[in-house]
């Protein structure tokens, strides 16, 4: 099993959850590029180069098929690597991929897609203005986790934020980061786990929506107490949910 981490964090982020998973599969954590102990390239960066990292990292290691998770910005590599790589793949589970350009299309996600729009730019505006902390936190609590969380995280994991800020800056400026084509995934065939937050902003609900019905073979499940990173606040019902699923649906 590929844990895939989204922005802002590293491969730390799957700590509590390794252990669980540990015991059912061979599981591999890594620091996406730009990310804490990954290199950090000169130059505006695309989501496709993560994709090909993913995906080289793969068949070097040669143990594939494999179950491959991700979150946030992560669940929307993963989902781009299902439809470009599907021999890859003996699963997908995917938790609220940030694919904000599919509402465009969406007549009534108008209020929702202004809503994350006018969030990130806040965060935007406080990394490009040189407060990656207030960017950090700024992210946290409007986007990630809610009000008053910045200050709940340990001061490692506010760390880890702040150092990868910039890769966060990159990343939103690449235009195809939020953007994905969902015909590319018609024919996928492998098993899928699409979950979202119960407490979770709207917006992403809406996405995961979207996503279901391009893969009919989806299952959708929502973690009623939790937001946008289960792993972090719900570990027990994560590693549950991803067992369950795996057992049931991907054996």
């Known amino acids: 099993?590929?844990?895939?981490?989204?922005?802002?964090?590293?491969?730390?982020?799957?700590?509590?959850?390794?252990?669980?998973?540990?015991?059912?599969?061979?599981?591999?954590?890594?620091?996406?590029?730009?990310?804490?102990?990954?290199?950090?390239?000169?130059?505006?960066?695309?989501?496709?180069?993560?994709?090909?990292?993913?995906?080289?990292?793969?068949?070097?290691?040669?143990?594939?098929?494999a179950h491959i998770a991700g979150n946030s910005l992560g669940a929307?590599?993963?989902?781009?690597?299902?439809?470009?790589?599907?021999d890859l793949f003996r699963s997908v589970i995917v938790h609220e991929p940030p694919l904000f350009g599919l509402l465009r299309a969406e007549p009534g996600a108008t209020a929702a897609l202004a809503a994350v729009q006018e969030r990130m730019s806040a965060v935007v505006s406080l990394l490009a203005a040189g407060?990656?902390?207030?960017?950090?936190?700024?992210?946290v609590e409007t986007i990630a986790f809610g009000p008053g969380a910045w200050a709940q995280l340990a001061q490692e994991a506010r760390d880890t934020f702040v150092f990868n800020a910039p890769t966060w800056l990159d990343e939103v400026r690449d235009p195809e980061a939020l953007e994905i084509q969902l015909s590319g995934l018609h024919g996928f065939a492998p098993p899928v786990l699409l979950?979202?937050?119960?407490?979770?902003?709207?917006?992403?609900?809406?996405?995961?929506?979207?996503?279901?019905?391009?893969?009919?073979?989806?299952?959708?499940?929502t973690y009623?107490?939790?937001?946008?990173?289960?792993?972090?606040?719900?570990?027990a019902e994560y590693?549950?949910?991803?067992?369950?699923?795996?057992?049931?649906?991907?054996a």
């Open 1 to 65: 099993m590929v844990l895939v981490h989204g922005s802002w964090g590293d491969h730390q982020n799957w700590s509590s959850v390794v252990p669980g998973l540990s015991q059912s599969f061979r599981v591999l954590t890594y620091d996406r590029r730009g990310h804490s102990r990954s290199e950090r390239p000169e130059g505006q960066g695309n989501v496709g180069e993560d994709v090909a990292d993913l995906a080289a990292l793969l068949d070097e290691l040669g143990h594939c098929p």
């Open 76 to 86: 929307s590599i993963v989902l781009r690597l299902a439809a470009a790589r599907p």
């Open 131 to 139: 407060d990656p902390v207030g960017g950090a936190r700024q992210f």
């Open 195 to 221: 979950t979202m937050g119960g407490q979770s902003a709207p917006f992403f609900s809406l996405v995961v929506s979207l996503v279901a019905a391009t893969m009919p073979q989806a299952l959708v499940r």
């Open 224 to 235: 009623a107490g939790a937001g946008h990173v289960p792993h972090l606040s719900h570990p």
């Open 239 to 250: 590693v549950r949910t991803v067992l369950e699923f795996t057992r049931a649906r991907a």
